[in-house]
């Protein structure tokens, strides 16, 4: 349903175009590592990747499924909350990792949270937490690194700024731009797996930035 929803709803409030190291979907079993950067990403993230025929699990912040309508296609999508500083926080680990030995597709933001920067300017990820790398080593599976620009021209300030980002993006109609770079299985130290996926993210991240500064070839299914 989300990513169903994000599939109409983000191209009417941006260009969305997307690249692919690798032809077709996200290999089931997957695990995609993205940045976060805004509100909005996720919804830049989920529309891309089901251009690809892909339509991930999510891992978010618990307090989402308490929000009206949003905590219902969260909990009917099989989602995971995420409960952030509490003993409750390993769990969500256990159910990415049975969402991946299933054949689901696993959606995590290695940052675990969102820049405090204000302004609508991209900057590149953030130091990640260690739970990419230990969910990697868990399930054995591999984690595609994926970068995405422009959502905080769409949302990004305070909740007043935010709400007028959204409502005039369909005239504004801001360049946004996700790229999926290759797989990579991690090293089995934790630390060493924790770096090595801030990198290719990174990676990722600075060649949605050049689609999206206008530097970059025009993207496969640009709208």
Request: glycine share 14%.
């Amino acid at each position: 349903m989300l990513s169903t929803i994000a599939a109409v709803l983000v191209p009417a409030l941006g260009r969305l175009s997307v690249t692919s190291e690798t032809a077709g979907p996200v290999a089931p079993g997957s695990i995609v590592a993205a940045n976060h950067s805004s509100l909005a990403d996720p919804g830049v993230v989920l529309a891309a990747l089901r251009r690809l025929g892909t339509e991930p699990v999510v891992m978010a912040a618990a307090g989402l499924w308490r929000a009206p309508v949003l905590g219902g296609a969260l909990r009917a999508g099989g989602h995971i909350p995420v409960h952030r500083g509490t003993a409750r926080a390993a769990g969500a680990l256990d159910a990415a990792a049975a969402a991946l030995a299933a054949g689901r597709v696993v959606l995590i933001y290695g940052e675990g949270g969102l820049p405090k920067h204000r302004d609508s300017r991209d900057a590149e990820p953030r130091a990640f937490r260690t739970g990419l790398a230990r969910l990697a080593a868990a399930s054995g599976a591999p984690v595609v690194p994926l970068g995405q620009c422009g959502a905080r021209r769409l949302s990004s300030g305070g909740t007043v700024k935010q709400l007028a980002g959204f409502a005039t993006a369909p005239l504004r109609r801001p360049a946004l731009h996700v790229h999926l770079g290759a797989p990579l299985h991690l090293p089995g130290d934790i630390p060493e797996a924790t770096a090595a996926a801030h990198r290719a993210v990174t990676a990722a991240w600075r060649t949605a930035e050049q689609h999206c500064g206008g530097r970059g070839r025009r993207g496969v299914g640009a709208a």
